[in-house]
């Protein structure tokens, strides 16, 4: 029988992955459950790694899984995320250990006939791989650069920058994007075929995140307009 | 100095957590990182919880972790997540392994004058402990009937319900809420204090996740209207 449509996981482990380029799919990559919505193609990854604003970071420390969001910026195919230099997790991750990183995107509530089949729309990219540490002056500064526009594209040159202090402060790991694969589901409900002539309304609500008018700072010094990418924000 | 402003991180590991009901800190949940912006009360965890519609479970296999977005609901004090019986994540969670799952809600992009301060407004909340397999009749199907009340409150009562051979093939996972830590950021932007001087507009684009017109499913039987819980859809 069908499985479950109301589901979100991606393949059991060991299973998606991909590798960047060409995305050549690993035993533990290749998606397995429902594996028409897998993907493995840098014109599917990279658009859903650079429309997410945060990312969900996964390593272990003494077998306890921890889970953290935070923010991130692609370049190239390098994946960096970035912490203070105190954060334990950083140091930890810094040690090169194995991570996760899983960025998803919300795109509607699936709403079938069956309970059974309810389900959401969405993108979503895993990564796995080891981070390592960013002791290049250059790169690290070009990562922080890309963090801020990741964010909001036209912000770096309005901001002031980072001091040697802050830098300092600052951990930048990097992870390469070798190993990755994407899930996509779109679309209507499915439905068992009996299921169809049932009465029951049956759609998807569509989820969009909208920006609001910006909040200016009330500390900020008066007559400063807030600048386009603010007022008209958009990804 | 000051820590990095712009960092969704909760505390490095073993840091965050703390008990339901009234939120007992352990040393692995006391958020240490910021720790201004830990909770550790279910009037701020629950309704995080209720509010989300995805969360970002991890685990571990043979070292590698993984970061899985799943939809997931809340009774009580207890989260269920739930998957196909097929699918080999939800066994090797059903082992009763360590678990984290992570629910976080993005509120606003917060724009700092200093580049190093830029951050973002969340609402997340982190769980860690060992998920259980759900082998109850009664309470599994209660745990499908929150999974899609969860989604959309008012659905269950309209929906083809499960048939006995749709339950076999799902498997329902339940995680106590006993170790839990949430964190939270909101307001303007904080910067150094020699910065406010700066001609730089900051300020917070707010980001709120709207609902559009529900698409009715193209194969949907004539004469039936969407319900008023998609037409106005809220949460």
């Not at 992955?17 to 493995?40: H, I, N, W």
């Not at 594209?153 to 694969?181: H, I, M, N, Q």
Request: hydrophobic fraction near 40%; proline fraction near 8%.
């Amino acid at each position: 029988m069908a499985q479950p449509d109301w589901l979100l996981w991606h393949p059991g482990p060991p299973a998606y992955a991909c590798r960047m380029s060409e995305f050549k799919r690993t035993e533990r990559t290749q998606v397995k459950r429902l594996p028409d919505r897998g993907a493995y193609d840098t014109e599917t990854v990279f658009p859903i790694l650079d429309e997410g604003l945060i990312c969900h970071v996964g390593f272990s420390v003494e077998g306890q899984p921890f889970v953290i969001p935070t923010g991130y910026a692609r370049v190239g195919d390098t994946l960096y995320i970035h912490g203070s230099a105190a954060s334990r997790m950083l140091r930890t991750l810094a040690e090169s250990i194995q991570v996760c990183v899983t960025v998803t995107l919300l795109d509607g509530l699936v709403l079938a006939r069956a309970a059974f089949h309810h389900s959401m729309n969405y993108r979503s990219v895993v990564i796995l791989g080891r981070a390592t540490l960013v002791e290049d002056r250059a790169e690290k500064i070009k990562a922080l650069e890309a963090f801020t526009e990741h964010i909001v594209r036209g912000r770096w040159k309005d901001v002031r920058l980072p001091t040697e202090t802050e830098l300092k402060a600052t951990t930048v790991l990097s992870l390469p994007l070798t190993e990755v694969s994407a899930k996509v589901r779109s679309g209507p409900p499915k439905d068992d075929a009996e299921d169809y002539e049932l009465p029951i309304w049956a759609g998807v609500v569509p989820l969009t995140i909208v920006p609001g008018a910006p909040i200016t700072d009330p500390r900020l010094i008066s007559r400063i307009e807030a600048p386009a990418y603010a007022k008209k924000y958009s990804r």
